[in-house]
T-cell receptor, first 116, second 108 residues
Framework: NAGVTQTPKFQVLKTGQSMTLQCAQDMNHEYMSWYRQDPGMGLRLIHYSVGAGITDQGEVPNGYNVSRSTTEDFPLRLLSAAPSQTSVYFC???????????????FGPGTRLTVT | KNEVEQSPQNLTAQEGEFITINCSYS?????LHWLQQHPGGGIVSLFM???GKKKHGRLIATINIQEKHSSLHITASHPRDSAVYIC??????????FGEGTQLTVNP
């Protein structure tokens, strides 16, 4: 299994440009999430999905869109990039172990985005 | 005040030392996670626990649900343990709330 993959690894955008960060997992996990990591702030949840066709907002959703048309893919779209979106973006997938409410997390390698 | 607080923020140790990183949280949780982020940036899950104690090699994680507190211990630390250690909690479902992380440096 490749696990969770993200592309691209690095990206530089100009203010106002749009782009899509790709995330895919081959573990048949039902849950997928996007986080951003900024210095001194820890990871913050942008959007998440509990299954194909179902998405919801996290803590910092403004300026981002997501969709989940398949179990495997969960792309993150930046509609009009702003310097405040300069960050490292992580995609994660998870599944529920057994009957309990605990979810083992698997992270992608991250995408480092700079908006100038 | 953050829902998840870690201490210390930075920790420097000599090889072989016993290391403890602490995590306190203020919300009800279904599970607590300890994650490791190496200088290359990748994040891996070390432990997921909802009660008691777990051990994997030289790493031990404990949680006290009543006190809303968890600790990550590293025995016989080694320079390859140098990384950022992140505590995260699941208030519900698969969503995580993260601490800011503890930067650990182990010198030879």
């Amino acid at each position: 299994n490749a696990g969770v993959t993200q592309t691209p690894k690095f990206q530089v955008l100009k203010t106002g440009q749009s782009m899509t960060l790709q995330c895919a997992q081959d573990m048949n996990h039902e849950y997928m999430s996007w986080y951003r990591q900024d210095p001194g702030m820890g990871l913050r949840l942008i959007h998440y999905s509990v299954g194909a066709g179902i998405t919801d907002q996290g803590e910092v959703p403004n300026g981002y869109n997501v969709s989940r048309s398949t179990t495997e893919d969960f792309p993150l779209r930046l509609l009009s990039a702003a310097p405040s979106q300069t960050s490292v973006y992580f995609c994660a997938s998870s599944y529920s172990r057994g009957a309990g409410p605990s979810y083992e997390q698997y992270f992608g390698p991250g995408t480092r985005l700079t908006v100038t | 005040k953050n829902e998840v607080e870690q201490s210390p923020q930075n920790l420097t140790a000599q090889e072989g030392e016993f290391i403890t990183i602490n995590c306190s949280y203020s919300v009800g949780i279904s599970a607590l996670h300890w994650l490791q982020q190496h200088p290359g940036g990748g994040i891996v899950s070390l432990f997921m626990l909802s009660s008691g104690k777990k051990k994997h090699g030289r790493l031990i994680a404990t949680i006290n649900i009543q006190e809303k507190h968890s600790s990550l211990h590293i025995t016989a630390s080694h320079p390859r343990d140098s990384a950022v250690y992140i505590c995260a909690v699941s208030p519900s479902g698969s969503r995580l709330t993260f601490g800011e992380g503890t930067q650990l440096t182990v010198n030879p």
